[in-house]
């Protein structure tokens, strides 16, 4: 068997010219068009993308983000039949990073903005810090 450490690209040849190439410069700057945000829950880990955050203070914390209807129905069933408490707060934003510490309690949390064709939605998170 051959041996071949080149990073390679497939595509069909119905795509071949109609892509933009993706040079380091071209990456960077669809990394600085969002903010990907983590809500690291006690059943699971949510990344989406950042739609909205209001930090009133160092133990109120109020996020919305872009994820998929599965996940957002997921937060809000557990946090209406047990309660739900999120250990860490990620947010990136191209190469920066950062990380609010909890434990937080999730006080509230809703579905918004629903996208039924893509099947994504805004889900809203209320947290203090305990």
């Given amino acids: ?43 699971d ?9 209001s930090i009133e ?8 983000i872009q994820v998929s209807l599965n996940e957002a129905y997921s937060v809000v069933k557990n946090f209406s039949t047990s ?3 999120c250990r860490v707060l990620y947010l990136r934003f ?7 510490e909890g434990p937080f309690q999730v006080i509230s949390s809703k579905i918004m903005e629903l996208d039924r064709q893509n099947k994504m939605c805004v889900l809203g998170v209320d947290l203090i810090k305990v």
């Fill in 1 to 43: 068997m051959i041996q071949d450490d080149t990073d390679r690209l497939i595509m069909s040849d119905s795509l071949v010219g109609m892509l933009p190439s993706l040079d380091q410069e071209t990456i960077s700057a669809a990394e600085e068009s969002f903010v990907v945000a983590a809500l690291d829950f006690d059943f």
């Fill in 45 to 53: 880990l949510i990344v989406g993308s950042l739609s909205g955050i």
């Fill in 57 to 64: 203070n160092t133990a109120s914390t109020k996020i919305d």
């Fill in 83 to 85: 309660g739900l408490s």
């Fill in 94 to 100: 191209g190469n920066d990073e950062f990380c609010m």
